[in-house]
Nanobody
Framework: QVQLVESGGGAVQAGGSLRLSCAAS????????MGWYRQAPGKQREMGAT???????NYADSVKGRFIISRDNAKSTVYLQMNSLKPEDTAVYYC??????????WGQGTQVTVSS
């Protein structure tokens, strides 16, 4: 099994920045892609950004150009640098890892609140 622990959430004003981190433990050598998903109140969980073991990145249109995902394979850690934050970015952000064909390991989530 893979365990994921997020950190770095918090409250920020619009236009500000935050950096999320997610450290994997357990059977971390099994991890293929990693990613960040988010869920706003009353909405479904949606993909924010994903990154493959060779650092191929994919972003949702809503965060493209503002968020940057990166990973340190040696540390089994994935990061999400969030810039130019907007109130609509307010959500619980979840780290995810894929060891099979789907994202099957999830962190507990970290709250990000952006005020106008």
């Amino acid at each position: 099994q893979v365990q994921l622990v997020e950190s770095g959430g918090g409250a920020v004003q619009a236009g500000g920045s935050l950096r999320l981190s997610c450290a994997a433990s357990g059977l971390a050598f099994n991890i293929k892609s990693m990613g960040w998903y988010r869920q706003a109140p009353g909405k479904q969980r949606e993909m924010g950004a994903t990154i493959t073991p060779f650092s191929r990145k994919n972003y949702a249109d809503s965060v493209k150009g503002r968020f940057i995902i990166s990973r340190d394979n040696a540390k089994s850690t994935v990061y999400l640098q969030m810039n130019s934050l907007k109130p609509e970015d307010t959500a619980v952000y979840y780290c995810a890892a894929r060891t099979t064909e789907t994202f099957d390991a999830w962190g507990q989530g970290t709250q990000v609140t952006v005020s106008s």
